[in-house]
């Protein structure tokens, strides 16, 4: 019988049925999909018990995944937005539960672009070496996302797949901009710095953030210092070569 294998003791040893509190909690590592690990290895019911607000994918790399106010959607590689059932399953994902303890109003006569409000989420989280999650619903004059269409086995390594992704462009857009920051530390783990998705507020479009512009919104940062991972004992992840540096091949998947 497969099993999942957490990497750390947090909730191990307290024995809590959800995470505690400023814990991000996330399912296998980027270079593990980076390098094809499109398996899923954890029901999307069991990835709530750990968070109602996050970010990933789906079995054989089907979408894009947004988890928010404890609602799991998938968008498409056609661009529509569909709610999961429970026992779909993930092998990449990254969830908290929300509770902000920053908040900020933006306005601005001109529209600014994501890498605008990058530098005022830096400046509302200074500290580089934390785990910032990050809500932004406003209104954007432009949204580019993307998708990825399910895969087969032998699976393609991820730098692949993003050649043949579906690019969207929308434009005049109400939503929630939702995801993370990590820290530089957590490279071969997860994204460091900015890893976003979208969602639209009437939950029809949505995707992985390439870019953007906005005028107005809420933005909310909470702050985690706790970090929980969850591995498998799967044959797919267990011959992984993982011990490449595959920086240059998150840039291309980032982009």
Request: proline share 4%; glycine share 8%.
């Amino acid at each position: 019988m497969k099993t999942l294998i957490s990497i750390t003791l947090i909730l191990v040893l307290c024995g809590c049925a959800t995470a505690p509190k400023n814990t991000l909690t996330q399912v296998s590592t980027i270079d593990a999909l980076l390098a094809g690990v499109y398996d899923g290895q954890m029901t999307t019911g069991e990835l709530l018990t750990h968070g109602n607000f996050g970010i990933g994918t789906f079995d054989a790399l089907d979408g894009e995944m947004i988890v928010l106010d404890g609602t799991v959607y998938q968008v498409l590689a056609d661009g529509t937005v569909h709610v999961m059932p429970k026992d779909t399953t993930t092998p990449f994902a990254a969830v908290v539960n929300f509770e902000a303890d920053k908040n900020g109003k933006i306005q601005s006569k001109d529209p600014l672009n994501s890498q605008k409000i990058h530098s005022l989420i830096d400046d509302l989280a200074e500290n580089q070496n934390l785990f910032i999650a990050i809500r932004f619903d406003g209104t954007f004059p432009t949204m580019k996302v993307r998708s990825v269409p399910r895969q087969k086995k032998p699976y393609p390594p991820l730098a692949d797949v993003v050649k043949h992704q579906t690019v969207f462009e929308y434009t005049n857009v109400t939503g929630t901009v939702l995801g993370f920051r990590c820290p530089a530390f957590v490279k071969g783990i997860n994204v460091p710095s900015y890893h976003l998705h979208f969602i639209s507020d009437d939950r029809k479009l949505g995707g992985h953030i390439l870019d953007f512009s906005t005028m107005d919104g809420t933005l909310q940062l909470d702050t985690c210092n706790r970090f929980y991972m969850v591995l498998t004992d799967r044959e797919e992840f267990a011959v992984a070569d993982l011990s490449q540096d595959r920086t240059h091949e998150l840039e291309k998947v980032e982009k």
